[in-house]
């Protein structure tokens, strides 16, 4: 084989490796070998969390474009989305980065928004919402699990020893319990008594759980207050009714309280009686004397009395006679 032929050969191996090379590279990143036609709309981020050029666009989980470019724009990571011609985004769709798997890398990751809402125009930007990553969960995964580290320790130092070397609750429970040792046998010496009593119907309590006669002795008492207490709401309720019956002018009591007339009438009463009594307490007034003059109780007294004796001589004379004695006595 001559240099020319060597020649050839290590040149046509090479065109076929840079074209397998140029054939793999769009496989992976365009999806295809031809360039597509499409626009450019930018998402800001707070951070990018390693996107990359060439990472995927989705929307609804299907490929709709690439990560064209990435950079930093007014404090803030930006990335040119490159969309495939004929996809529209709408403009209320919201762009997150999305991770492919544990180890996958990321991509961008669109909903579909809603249909009445207008395009996403080329060059225009998108609503973006930052979402935790994983370096971020695990770390605050490591903080609750050192939040649950420490509560357990502070668990152990309150139930077994403290940090100084003190009891800790359980031995200060063990303390409690054999200082009381004694208390606590005789207490259950008499827990032990008093169930005894119970099972055996002594007591109270113990006929109230083993005597039928007193148990049903209970529950007739219970009856008749619940009897008692009806009868008691009965009475509230027709008091009730008696005071709206009154507020609102029936009867007797509700006429006197509310009718004008009979309130009218009753001072009326009261001022007639005032009068009487005025009169009768007036010593000028007959009444008053009758009941203030001590001469005039006198004279009707005498004058009594000489009726008394003229009915008495004239029982003992004849018709006309008596007239004349009872005339001789009162006059």
């Not at 939040?147 to 429970?173: C, F, M, P, R, V």
């Not at 209970?218 to 005071?243: C, H, P, R, T, Y």
């Amino acid at each position: 084989m001559n240099q020319t032929q060597m020649t050839a050969r290590v040149g046509l191996f090479f065109v076929v490796g840079v074209a397998l090379i140029w054939i793999a590279w769009q496989a992976l990143h365009d999806g295809g070998f031809s360039q597509k036609k499409g626009y450019q709309v930018t998402a800001t981020f707070a951070s990018l969390r390693e996107l990359k050029p060439g990472d995927a666009v989705r929307m609804a989980g299907v490929p709709i474009g690439r990560v064209e470019s990435v950079g930093l724009a007014r404090g803030r990571a930006q990335a040119v989305l490159f969309v495939n011609d004929g996809v529209s985004i709408a403009s209320d769709s919201t762009a997150t980065i999305a991770m492919s798997g544990l180890i996958g890398s990321n991509y961008i990751s669109l909903d579909l928004g809603t249909p009445a809402a207008a395009p996403v125009p080329a060059g225009g930007s998108l609503r973006t919402k930052d979402t935790p990553d994983l370096n971020q969960i695990m770390s605050e995964f490591g903080g609750i699990g050192q939040d649950i580290k420490n509560t357990i320790g502070q668990i152990s130092g309150a139930l077994g020893s403290g940090a100084e070397g003190g009891g800790g609750l359980i031995k200060t429970i063990e303390g409690m319990v054999n200082e009381n040792r004694d208390k606590l046998a005789h207490t259950m010496t008499n827990l032990e008594e008093v169930t005894a009593k119970l099972r055996n119907g002594e007591g109270t309590l113990g006929k109230l759980i083993n005597d039928p006669a007193a148990y049903d002795n209970l529950l007739a008492a219970v009856n008749e207050i619940k009897d008692a207490a009806s009868g008691a709401k009965n009475f509230m309720n027709d008091a009730q009714g008696l005071f709206s019956q009154v507020k609102s002018g029936q009867g007797t009591l509700g006429v006197l309280l509310y009718d004008e007339t009979a309130a009218e009438n009753i001072r009326t009463s009261v001022a007639n009686f005032r009068q009487l009594t005025e009169k009768l307490n007036n010593e000028n007034s007959t009444f008053g004397q009758l009941i203030t003059n001590d001469e005039l109780v006198r004279d009707v007294k005498l004058t009594l009395r000489k009726v008394d004796r003229a009915m008495d001589g004239a029982a003992d004379a004849g018709p006309i006679t008596a007239v004349g004695v009872m005339a001789g006595a009162l006059f």
